[in-house]
C-alpha cells in the first residue's frame, strides 16, 4: 500500500507559480479560491528559496481532529479527504491546520464562509470515482485513473513531487547524493523520518 | 494526562513533520543546523528554517489572508487546547453545577411560602421588562444550545447521528448561532438599562451574604429590595460581565470576511468565546433553577408580571413596603 506524500525541494524550486496554476486549471477550482501556493522567503536577497506548499496530508491531521462535524478520512494512501456535503465553513480546520491549506469561498450576505476546500491530492472526495458530482465539488480524481497529482507531475524542474514515500524519498536521496554532500546524506536515515508514518 | 502527553507527542512529530517536508530540501546545510542547535547565528538557512518555523510571512503571488505565511505556528496549540482542557474542563464545570443543582434540590427543595397567600397581587415587572427578559432568555437558551452542539455534538451526538447529521444539525445550528448572536446583545444591553438601577448595592445586601441569602434555612426571610443579592450577582457577574464578554467575542467572530483577521486572533476569541460561555452557561444554571423548581412562585412573576403579597413580603420585604408606599418607580 503506498503512503502518499508531497515533497518541495527548495533547492529547485523556481517560483513559476504553475504548479498553483495546474491545479487551478485541472480541478476547476472556485472563483477566489488556490489550492495551492507558492511562498518565497527572502525575495530578491542571495539566501532567497521558494516553496510549494498545499495540504501535506498529515498522519495525525489537525485539521480532522477540531472539525465539529468530523468530516474527514484518511483513505489507504495516506491522503486526507473531506465530505464537503456536511461542512459546515467554521473555519476550525484553518485555524488548526499547520500549512493554511483550508480554503473558503464567500458565501452569503455577510460574506460567510462556504463550504471547505483544499488540495485532496487528486484523489477526489466520498462520491463515486469520477462521476459529475464528485467532479464538481473536489475536482478530478486523477489518482483513481491511475495517476499522480498534477502539480508535481508537470513541475518544470521537478522540485515539487508526490507519490509514494518511499519512492519520493529514494528520489531525493539520490539528489542529496548527487549534490556532492556528505552532510546531506547524513540524517537521511537516522535523525529524520521525512516522509510520515513508520520509520524512525 | 494521556491525552497531554499524546498530544505534545503530536506536537513535536507535527514540527518535525514540517521541517522535513519543507525543509529537507535544505538539508546539506541544514545538518550542522540540526546537529547543534547552539550554533552561532548567521548560518541563513537555519535562520530562515527558524523563521519560517515561527510563522514570519514570506511572499507569495496567491492572494488571501495570511498566504504568506508557510507555518501556523499556533494551530496544533490551539488543537490540543480546545479538544483538550477546553472540552474537558468545559463539561466538567456544567456537570457539577448541574450536579449541585439536583444535590440542593434533594436535600433542599423548593422554597415555599410560610404564610399562605393573601390572593390580592401586586405587579413586579411591567409587560415591557417581561418582554426584555423573555427576549434575552430565548435567544440565550437558543445560542447556548447551538453552541454547546458545536464543542461537544461531536462527541456527544456523533456516534449516534454520524457526520451527515452533525452536518444538518450544525449546519442549521451554525445558521441560528450566527444570526441570532447580535439579537441576544441587543436584548442583554436592553435588559442591562431596564434593570440596571434596582442592581444597585444596597444596606441589606450585607445581611444576605451573612446568612446566604437564607438558602440553606427555611422560614428565613431576609428583607431585601426589588432584588435580592443572588440576583444582583447574576445581574453584574452573569448578564452584564459574561453576557457582554461572550456576545462581544461571538460579534467578533461572526463576520470574519469583513476585517482582515488573522489565525491567531480566531483562535484566540474561539477560546476565550467558549470559556466565557460555559461559565455564563453554568451560571444561568443557577437562576433558571430558582427561577422554576427552586423558589416557588417565581416564575409566575416573570409569566403574569404580577405576584401575590405574601410573595412580595417574604422575599423582597423592602420592595414590597415601598410598593405599598407607592414610592416604588416601577409601577
Ligand atoms: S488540511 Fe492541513 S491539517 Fe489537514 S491534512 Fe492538510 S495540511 Fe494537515
Ligand atoms: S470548515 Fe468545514 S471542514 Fe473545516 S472544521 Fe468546519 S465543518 Fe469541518
Given at each position: ?23 487551478k ?17 527572502n ?56 500549512f ?101 | 494526562?494521556?491525552?497531554?502527553s ?18 529537507l ?138 457526520s ?19 439579537v ?7 435588559l ?12 441589606c ?70 470559556i466565557?460561555?460555559?461559565l ?17 412562585g ?34
Amino acid at each position: 500500500m503506498a503512503r502518499m506524500k508531497f515533497l518541495c525541494d527548495a533547492e529547485r524550486c523556481i517560483e513559476c507559480n504553475a504548479c498553483v496554476t495546474a491545479c487551478k486549471n485541472e480541478h476547476e477550482v472556485q472563483w477566489g479560491i488556490n489550492r495551492r501556493r507558492v511562498v518565497t522567503i527572502n525575495d530578491g536577497e542571495p539566501n532567497e528559496k521558494s516553496i510549494s506548499v498545499a495540504c501535506m496530508h498529515c498522519t495525525d491531521a489537525p485539521c480532522a481532529a477540531v472539525c465539529p462535524v468530523d468530516i474527514f478520512y484518511t483513505t489507504e494512501d495516506g491522503v486526507v479527504l473531506h465530505n464537503k456535503d456536511a461542512c459546515i465553513g467554521c473555519g476550525y480546520c484553518l485555524f488548526a491546520c499547520p500549512f493554511g491549506a483550508p480554503q473558503f469561498p464567500q458565501d452569503g450576505a455577510f460574506g460567510e464562509r462556504g463550504k471547505m476546500d483544499k488540495c485532496t491530492f487528486c484523489g477526489g472526495g466520498p462520491e463515486e470515482d469520477n462521476s459529475p458530482a464528485e467532479r464538481a465539488k473536489y475536482g478530478r480524481n486523477r489518482l483513481a485513473e491511475g495517476k499522480l497529482p498534477l502539480c508535481a507531475e508537470m513541475c518544470s524542474t521537478k522540485a515539487l513531487l508526490a507519490g509514494d514515500a518511499n519512492e519520493v524519498s529514494d528520489i531525493f536521496r539520490e539528489r542529496v547524493v548527487a549534490r556532492g554532500s556528505n552532510r546531506g546524506a547524513w540524517g537521511q536515515n537516522l535523525q529524520f523520518n521525512p516522509l510520515g508514518g513508520t520509520r524512525r | 494526562m494521556i491525552a497531554i502527553s499524546r498530544g505534545s507527542a503530536a506536537l513535536a512529530w507535527l514540527i518535525r513533520l514540517a521541517a522535513i517536508a519543507m525543509a529537507l530540501s535544505m538539508l546539506p546545510s541544514m545538518a550542522v543546523a540540526a546537529t547543534d542547535p547552539a550554533k552561532p547565528p548567521g548560518d541563513p538557512v537555519a535562520n530562515y528554517w527558524r523563521e519560517v518555523r515561527q510563522g514570519v510571512p514570506g511572499l507569495s503571488q496567491v492572494d488571501g489572508a495570511e498566504s504568506g505565511v508557510l507555518i501556523n505556528a499556533a494551530g496544533q496549540q490551539w488543537r490540543e487546547q480546545r479538544n483538550g482542557p477546553l472540552k474537558r474542563y468545559g463539561a466538567m464545570i456544567l456537570l457539577a453545577m448541574l450536579g449541585i443543582i439536583v444535590l440542593f434540590y434533594l436535600v433542599r427543595g423548593p422554597m415555599r411560602l410560610s404564610a399562605p397567600p393573601t390572593g390580592r397581587k401586586i405587579q413586579r415587572f411591567t409587560p415591557f421588562e417581561r418582554f426584555v427578559h423573555w427576549g434575552t432568555a430565548i435567544t440565550f437558551i437558543l445560542m447556548g444550545l447551538t453552541g454547546l452542539a458545536v464543542l461537544f455534538g461531536r462527541s456527544v451526538l456523533g456516534p449516534l447521528i454520524g457526520s451527515g447529521g452533525l452536518g444538518g444539525l450544525l449546519g442549521l445550528g451554525k445558521l441560528v448561532h450566527n444570526y441570532l448572536g447580535p439579537v441576544f446583545l441587543a436584548f442583554t444591553i436592553l435588559l442591562i438599562l431596564v434593570f440596571l438601577r434596582d442592581n444597585v448595592w444596597a444596606k441589606c445586601d450585607a445581611q444576605w451574604i451573612a446568612r446566604a441569602g437564607g438558602m440553606f434555612s427555611s422560614g428565613d426571610h431576609i428583607p431585601s429590595g426589588r432584588f435580592n443579592f443572588g440576583e444582583k450577582a447574576w445581574f453584574w457577574l452573569g448578564v452584564t460581565f459574561l453576557g457582554l464578554f461572550v456576545a462581544g467575542t461571538g460579534l467578533l467572530l461572526d463576520f470574519p470576511a469583513l476585517i482582515d483577521r488573522t489565525r491567531e486572533l480566531m483562535q484566540n476569541l474561539v477560546l476565550l468565546h467558549a470559556i466565557g460561555a460555559v461559565l455564563l452557561l453554568a451560571m444561568s444554571l443557577g437562576h433558571i433553577y430558582m427561577a422554576t423548581l427552586g423558589v416557588e412562585g417565581a416564575m409566575e412573576s416573570m409569566k403574569t408580571g404580577e405576584v401575590d403579597e405574601t410573595w412580595a413580603k417574604e422575599h423582597h420585604e423592602l420592595w414590597y413596603e415601598e410598593t405599598k408606599a407607592g414610592r416604588s418607580s416601577h409601577m
